[in-house]
């Protein structure tokens, strides 16, 4: 690496010890005219020497060059004068045979050899080849100055241990040289340097993988250093995959995983498509080991970076494989909770305390049911059922193999600690969507809305997926619920099915967030607000905002007209603070009334997630209650009565949810 470098070696140490340099402070005195006059007077001294002995070295090393550039042209002329007296001495037509008097006969030749050998004065004068000036390209000086640095990167590891065992090395190959020299009998002995290997045992554990150590390489990726050592990009890839394949340890394989994911995110352009995007979809699908699976997905996460990989998966059924895994979320109950969650948060906590306790499995091996998932569990555990039973429960399309439910396989059959925890996993998944889904354009470059509907769009939006995207805003996880209105937005933008959200719940599930981060969510309100088929055809058609609006019956009408006249960022401004104008009528007291309203509508809901991550949400007959609309016009009137002329235009008798 250092000998094929056009790098200059360092011409300064740091001086790490600190060392006192005492010529250096007596030469530093005498020129401020400090410190003691005998010291002065040594350090003028010192350095007149100093410049007299450099003046010396150039005069003499210019003499020594001049003399020697003169002396090689002497020699050379020298030379030429003794190869012309040879030719005109010895004659063109100078031969061995003429020399000897012999005839071309072998064995007067052999004869004529051995008197010409015995007359060394009548050998011919034979030239050595003139010896050549060749300047090598290698930096050794960078070589030798590194040699003797420590070093700890992801393509060289060298410190004292592996100095003290190239010389033990190079010492024991010496001694056996020698002695094989010895054992000769005067024949000419040449090194068999080709085979001479170094075996560094303080390098034995270092899982090296083409050039590189795997543990410094995954170390550097996790300091953010954006420069990256790999050279032959392709070629190491390709050395990853290799080992992954042939290892039978998770642990190995899950450690290529992690350097494939590495290398492939730096170096995606470079290496080009991965041919086997499907084969780690199966993998994924096959696999019951938890750290495997998150491997899979942190490498599924750089593979669809390519456009040819996210093609290649979607075509793979990868995008069921995610989903499958999404509400999963739901059983992560060590989540930061966002604070001032009113009675919406009591209702979750009171769900949590007794989770698993919803009844909505059954299994093959008995006729009673439902049990819980906590029975279920306690059955599996005694070996009652196996992962060969067939189970089903609200939300699958039919009986299925226990081992083929994904939060059944992931909660009693799966092993092996998990990298992520289910909010980490299901924010990479969502991640994963968003890249493919962008691929996938629902408009052309000229605005022409694009028919038909990308596949990618058409399976995520389809009664089979979307309930479970939408569900995940539930776990007011403020990550996962910005994550999940971006990917709606763009699933849904110009997409038939969209008018049909409202079946999912997602406008009660996202009214219920409490958090500060809602611009995503109020720019897909925005979007879909006003497009959804909530009403009959024959029923009466009204001209009011809020009663085209499916939030007409979740919000006031001004808060409805304030999203539809001013946009999604106003609306988030207002609907996050206080506001007590004519306009727009809206505080944290609303917000806590409207919370626990939705939350007392879906009470027997939520409760169920914790034992069927699948189970679906039912549409019922909207609630009304007139509290929320008293409210907001007793406000209403104290602030317009005055200014008749500033009345918005709403005006609510009551709120219907």
Known sequence: MYLHSDDSTPTREVDRLNVRDNLKMAITDAESNRGNVLLRAAGKGLKQGKEMASKTAEVVGEATAKYTDEAWKASEKYMELAMQHWRQKMGSEFNLNRLT????????????????????????????????????????????????????????????????ELQESLESEIRQFVQDRELGGGNLISWNFAEFTVDYKSLGDEIKIGDYFLRILLLEDRADNEESPINRSGEFFNDLYHRFLLTPKTEMKCLCLQAMAVVYGRHHQDIGPFNDTKYIVQMLERTTDRSERD????????????????????????????????????????????????????????????????????????????????????????????????????????????????????????????????????????????????????????????????????????????????????????????????????????????????????????????????????????????????????????????????????????????????????????????FDTPEAIWNNEMRKFMIQKIAYHLADYTPRLKSNVRALYQVREPIQYECLGMLCNRIFRSLVLPHPARVPPFSGARAVL
């Open 101 to 164: 008097g012999s005839s071309d006969k072998a064995g007067n030749a052999a004869a004529a050899t051995d008197r010409f050998t015995a007359r060394p004065q009548d050998r011919p004068i034979v030239l050595r080849k003139r010896r050549q000036r060749i300047r090598t390209t290698l930096n050794w000086q960078l070589f030798y100055y590194m040699f003797e640095r420590d070093h700890e990167k992801p393509d060289l590891i060298w410190n004292l241990k592996t100095r003290q």
């Open 295 to 578: 491997r899979l997905l942190l490498f599924l996460n750089k593979l669809v970076l390519h456009r040819d990989n996210a093609q290649a998966f979607t075509r793979a059924n990868g995008m069921r494989a995610l989903v499958d895994l999404l509400p999963l979320a739901h059983l992560h109950t060590k989540r930061n909770v966002v604070n001032d969650q009113s009675t919406a948060i009591d209702t979750q906590a009171e769900g949590e305390k007794g989770e698993h306790r919803e009844k909505e499995w059954y299994h093959t091996s008995a006729d009673t049911g439902p049990i819980s998932l906590s029975e279920l569990s306690r059955l599996f555990e005694e070996k009652q059922i196996s992962p060969r039973t067939k189970v089903w429960a609200q939300g699958m399309e039919g009986w299925k193999l226990l081992q083929q439910v994904p939060q059944l396989k992931w909660t009693l059959i799966a092993k092996g600690q998990a990298v992520m925890n289910e909010s980490e996993m299901a924010s990479l998944i969502l991640d994963i969507l968003n890249v493919v889904c962008r691929f996938y354009p629902s408009k052309d470059e000229d605005g022409a809305i694009i028919r038909p509907l990308p596949k990618v769009k058409q399976e995520l939006s389809n009664q089979s997926h979307l309930p479970h995207l939408v569900q995940l805003l539930l776990t007011f996880e403020p990550v996962l619920v910005e994550k999940v209105a971006t990917l709606l937005h763009v699933v849904l933008e110009d997409n038939p099915r969209l008018p049909t959200l409202y079946l999912t719940g997602y406008f009660f599930f996202v009214l219920m967030y409490m958090g500060s981060n809602v611009l995503p969510v109020g720019r897909f309100l925005a979007m879909a607000h006003s497009k959804q088929s909530f009403r009959s055809e024959d029923q009466e058609r009204r001209t009011s905002a809020a009663a085209n609006s499916i939030l007409g019956q979740m919000l006031p009408d001004a808060m409805v007209a304030y999203l539809t006249n001013h946009g999604p960022e106003k609306f988030a401004e207002i609907f996050l603070g206080e």
